[in-house]
DNA sequence: GCCAACGTTGGC
DNA sequence: GCCAACGTTGGC
């Protein structure tokens, strides 16, 4: 099983209304490179950490698994919608996306702040200076020690 | 709301 | 294939 962050600003879809949902299809990924990891490495039973941006504080507010694998992300097909792709085709999509299922919200919000603060995570993708990466690999002792940060007070 | 950082586009 | 212009992301 691996691991992954994933970032969506809560105002638009964050983990309250992943709960509601139950399940959600994860699309409007328009980079290459977030696509190629969904299409490619993310698989069935992939934890993620669901991590909201943009908010005051951004910061990961829970945990999710991949319940569908990388299928065509047909919202790049219809001219009204925001996620048009105009170089995508029927039998050519360019964009693929998964489905997300809810696992738990976390009791707080693990902040960014918290992250970047914490010597066990140095290295993680989501604390650089301008990654801008919606679907990022984790690694597996980063994701864990985010996990015991979610569960133990704020120090 | 600002703007730095980054990815993509398209003219040449 | 270079790179300037542009659009987007996301912390602050």
Redesign the pocket.
């Known amino acids: 099983m691996k691991y992954w962050l994933m ?3 809560p105002d638009v879809y964050g983990i309250d209304q992943l709960k509601a949902d139950g399940t959600t299809c994860w699309e ?1 990924i ?6 190629n990891f969904m299409r490619d490495d993310m698989a069935v039973g992939d934890r993620v950490l669901f ?9 990961v507010a829970g945990i999710a698994e991949i319940t569908r694998a990388a299928y065509p992300d047909h919202f790049a097909l219809d001219p009204d919608h925001k996620y048009y ?1 105009a ?1 995508s085709s029927e039998d050519n999509v360019r964009w693929v996306m998964v489905d997300l299922g809810w696992v738990e919200t976390f009791d707080r919000l693990v ?3 918290e992250l ?1 603060a914490d010597d066990a995570l140095d290295g993680m993708l ?1 604390i ?7 679907v990022q690999p984790v690694e597996d002792r980063h994701y864990a020690r985010v996990l015991q940060m979610a569960r133990s007070p704020r120090s």
């Open positions: 970032k969506s600003e409007g328009r980079n290459y490179q977030a696509r991590y909201h941006s943009r908010s005051k504080p951004p910061g792709d170089r902040s960014l702040a970047k989501v650089k200076k301008g990654q801008r990466l919606s």
